[in-house]
């Protein structure tokens, strides 16, 4: 039992200060007035007025590392326990992207459960940038009903040459055994969508809007953000019921692409609905540049940390936080239907985040334990080194 007192809760929204009793990985009660728990023996924390955020859900980071668009040495390393809970994530799905031939579901499923198993909430997509997509079960309908960390499918790519240019009928039928498969677990059943640089953009999308009888949740496009015209179109879609994911990657001043802490801000401004937009890492992946022949020139690593950066440059910026939270945490859980993720209530995962004074991530609690505490990393994934991971911020 633990008992955080005088805690700044936005949960998202501005509750005040609040203290929270927490045990057996939940928050089991909290209130405005301190109750006597003395009985309890509970540790006490007392956080002074910080504030205290739900976990960051990251809903696409490639956690068997991605890459491998340069050949078998450019494969990017899986990402260890700390890369996440360092910057606030508590919740990660996990995603195959280009190299979905030498990874595959099995490589995906193993380092998801690995994740779990060191006290990361942890879950994953099927399938690729590819169709047919790579499975386990023989379809992706049967590996989100069959397989319990599987809750959807992707990142399947559309608008870019890496993509293995699906058609609209193949789109439509991947997203309906997504859909189905959501039906009939309750998981999250959606098409989480990579899109390209490409000049088509969102176009598949919205003709599989125009000609099916599938819902708009279904269909959910991530890096939306990459280029200004593809964050226009992705506007427009989340108007007609998707939700939109942006990448919090680094962005120079001359890219045609918004950075993720803009781009949140220009599409809270545009009046579109304020519970359709999410912001993930692409942690692991390749951010590539590529010349006109296809050809890889240049190569970043995404970092899970870009989440974490993202919510600090929107505060530095005098953004509300309780109007930027839900981007990282309740908009999140809803798309991927993780009830009990993403908001600081009763009953709730105790998955909590405390903020330093300056807008960093200072400490944070998964499922009740504490992995960063004061700044300092207290928990390690098996084969990482303490040393190796310096401080966090
Ligand atoms: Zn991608």
């Not at 125009?210 to 593809?230: C, G, I, Q, W, Y």
């Not at 590529?290 to 870009?306: I, S, W």
């Not at 993202?310 to 309740?330: E, I, M, N, Q």
């Amino acid at each position: 039992m633990q008992l955080l007192l005088n805690a700044h809760v936005f949960a998202p929204q501005d509750l005040g200060i609040r203290h929270l009793l927490i045990g057996a990985g939940r928050i089991l009660w909290t209130g405005e007035r301190k109750a006597d728990f003395s009985l309890l023996n509970a540790n006490i924390v007392d956080l002074e007025g910080r504030r205290l955020i739900p976990g960051l859900i990251d809903g696409h980071a490639h956690v068997t590392g991605g890459g491998g668009e340069s050949g078998f040495a450019s494969r990017v390393p899986p990402l260890p326990l700390s890369r996440f809970t360092a910057a606030g994530v508590t919740t990660v799905v996990g995603v195959l992207g280009t190299d979905d031939t030498t990874r595959d579901t099995r490589a995906l499923l193993a380092q998801t459960r690995a994740l779990r198993d060191e006290g990361l909430g942890a879950w994953c997509h099927t399938g690729g940038y590819h169709v047919p997509p790579v499975t386990l079960m023989g379809n992706v309908r049967d590996d989100i009903v069959h397989l319990d960390p599987v809750i959807g499918v992707g990142e399947l790519a559309l608008s870019d040459h890496r993509s293995s240019q699906p058609t609209l009928d193949e789109l439509l039928r991947t997203a309906s055994d997504a859909h189905v498969a959501g039906m009939i677990t309750g998981k999250a059943g959606i098409l989480h969508l990579h899109i390209g640089d490409g000049e088509r953009g969102l176009d598949l999308v919205r003709r599989a809007l125009d000609v099916s009888e599938l819902p708009p949740r279904v269909f959910n496009p991530t890096h939306v953000n990459r280029r200004k015209a593809l964050f226009e179109e992705a506007l427009d879609l989340a108007r007609r019921g998707c939700t939109v994911d942006m990448t919090a990657f680094p962005v120079a001043a001359d890219d045609d692409a918004w950075p993720a802490d803009v781009g949140l801000q220009k599409y809270l401004e545009s009046g579109a609905p304020a519970d359709r937009i999410t912001i993930s890492s692409d942690g692991g992946g390749c951010l590539p540049q590529f010349n006109d022949q296809g050809e890889l020139v240049h190569m970043d690593v995404g970092r899970p940390a870009c989440l974490a950066e993202t919510l600090r440059d929107l505060l530095l910026r005098g953004v509300p936080l309780a109007s930027v939270l839900p981007a990282f945490t309740t908009n999140v859980a809803r798309i991927l239907r993780l009830h009990d993720k993403g908001g600081i209530r009763r009953g709730a995962a105790a998955d909590l985040v405390v903020l330093g004074s300056d807008n960093g991530i200072r400490d944070v609690m998964v499922a009740g334990t504490w992995h960063v505490r004061n700044g300092r990393q207290r928990v390690f994934g098996r084969f990482e080194h303490p040393s190796e991971t310096g401080p966090v911020s």
